[in-house]
């Protein structure tokens, strides 16, 4: 069975995260698993310690190397600990606001190599725009986020530090390949289901992207949702986030390459993200 895949760090984003993963459990049936990655920091081995000395002149001070190596191995057992801990904290919040069966669990190794072998068992994936690394930085975009998003098929949903439960959502739509595989995904999905939906395209005002926008509308409509569409004009983000505000919108859904410059795109849309 497929899940909804939450990464848990203990960043200031992380609680959004927990409410953000038990929301799309709640609304999609699927259960959640909590997941903490353990990054390794390599330092040499003991056994290299002897060579090395030689190599870089340590002498007698190949002491301080072993010193290295095991204040390492008592962080390794600390990270453990602290990630444990986390992960507790954060199940008990997902199942208060209402996640179905949740699991957690750690795994060493690097994020990206973690999502890419859970890939096949992942319905949703849940993130934070900042992990730990890059919490205080309000306008920075997490080290790991644009890789993920690039790297993964798999819907992902992306959370500032605070997460309401969403009331209505727009399609940032352009007609592409990516846009309309998005659409698609809302349409057969019931994680949206019963909010207000936008679709809005930012193009030049003729009946060809008309036809598009109206082509989107029906196929929504035909599942259910209630549609409101818009043609706007001007540069994306600008006119996208002005509409956002407007609108008062909770989640945006957009194709992973429908737009260009994602990176700029993300840090200046302040709300929740669905991206396909």
């Known amino acids: 069975m497929t899940k909804i895949i939450a990464c848990i760090d203990g960043s ?5 995260v927990c409410k953000a993963a038990a929301w799309a459990s709640y609304k999609l049936k699927a259960p959640l698993d909590l997941l903490h ?5 390599e330092y040499p081995k003991p056994e290299n310690s002897k060579n090395l000395s030689g ?13 290295l190596v095991e204040l390492d191995e008592k962080r390794s057992r600390l990270a453990l600990e602290h990630g444990k801990n986390i992960l507790h904290d954060a199940s008990s919040l997902a199942q208060q606001h209402g996640a179905v069966e949740v699991t ?18 992942t319905r949703v994936l849940v993130l934070g725009r900042q992990g730990q690394a890059h919490e205080n930085e309000t306008h920075s975009l997490g080290s790991h986020l644009e890789n993920v998003i690039r790297a ?13 439960v969403p009331q209505r959502f727009m399609i940032a739509f352009d007609g592409s390949a990516t846009a309309t595989k998005a659409l698609e995904k809302v349409a057969v999905s019931d994680l949206l289901k019963g909010l207000e939906c936008h679709i809005v395209m930012v193009a030049e005002d003729d009946s060809n992207h008309q036809a598009q926008l109206d082509n989107a509308k029906q196929q929504l409509i035909d599942a259910g949702f209630e549609v409101t569409t818009a043609l706007l004009q001007g540069a994306v983000q600008p006119a996208l986030h002005d509409y956002q505000r407007k609108n008062a919108i909770d989640l945006m859904v957009m194709g992973a390459y429908g737009h260009s410059r994602i990176r700029q795109f993300l840090v200046a849309v302040t709300l929740p993200k669905w991206c396909e």
Request: proline share 6%.
């Open 37 to 41: 990655v353990l990054d390794k920091t």
């Open 104 to 121: 957690t669990h750690q795994r060493h190794g690097g994020l990206m190599e973690t999502l890419s072998d859970m890939q096949d068992d």
């Open 152 to 164: 993964l098929t798999k819907p992902i949903l992306i959370t500032l530090p605070e997460f309401n």
């Open 55 to 67: 190599n870089i002149g340590l002498g007698s001070r190949e002491n301080l190397l072993k010193e």
């Open 12 to 16: 200031i984003t992380s609680p959004a």
